[in-house]
């Protein structure tokens, strides 16, 4: 069935398969965020695991999805072929830094609101911080989706079904993350569930753009892909991993971390 997605992906517009693609990865965080019509809280373990996941599926996705095939087709060799992946990663991560300090935005188990002081509630607070995680992974879906379009042999419609379907697996515990804090605090399910699932819906937005501008501009490719993959492990340091290490049972969360890795790195060396 996977190769059968994969082969019709390849055979339909770019803009169209990477909001198909991105859909799916919405879809997955309205399943975890669904959650709060089952329970009011989740373990805290748990918990810790799945943000381990989160981490290690980006991570792995920023090397093999994201990296590699952004050195591999650069021109050139030595520095000369390493220089777009290493700009572009960069300025992913000074991008989404910068968002970090400007817009106003908190993590469910953080205590501080971040960016500039603002009379917003928590609730829209919360659903920024997360909605600030997948603008990158969106991004990166389309950006391969349109890489495929370009002809650009290390671009693989199995690779970008690989990076979309890890990314999906791993904004399962984003959904949660979002709606469980809001039902603890008295949000009822419905809204709880409004708000955690909202908070992916930028993914398409960004899968399309991402595979407009590649395929519009075929040479930023390398330069789009290290982007996407500096933004994305910007979130992993600077959030997912201190969100995950902030209980006692870090050795869950690290165990998750190492799984999340492997699986992502299987899936893209496996369908790439």
Known sequence: MLNDIIDYL?????????????????????????????????????????????????????????????????????????????????????????????????????????????????????VLAITMHNIPEGLAVGVLFGGVAAGIPEATVGGAVALAFGIGLQNFPEGIAVAMPLRRMGMSRRKSFMYGQSSAIVEPVAGML?????????PILPFALAFAAGAMIFVVVEEVIPEAQQNKGSDLATAGFILGFILMMVLDVALA
């Open 10 to 126: 390849g055979t339909i517009d770019p803009v169209l398969a990477a909001l198909y693609a991105t859909l799916f990865t919405w879809l997955i965080t309205a399943l975890g965020a669904a959650f709060v019509f089952l329970f009011k809280e989740l373990n805290r373990n748990v918990m810790d695991v799945m943000l381990g996941f989160t981490g290690g599926v980006m991570v792995a996705a920023s090397i093999w999805s994201l990296l590699i095939p952004a050195i591999d087709m650069s021109q050139g060799e030595g520095f000369a072929q390493v220089f777009p992946a290493a700009v572009g990663f960069l300025v992913g991560a000074g991008f989404l830094y910068a968002v970090d300090k400007l817009l106003p935005h908190m993590h469910p188990n953080f205590k501080q609101v971040e960016g500039v002081k603002t009379p917003w509630q928590k609730t829209t607070l919360m």
């Open 210 to 218: 991402g595979a407009i501008a590649v395929t519009t501009f075929t």
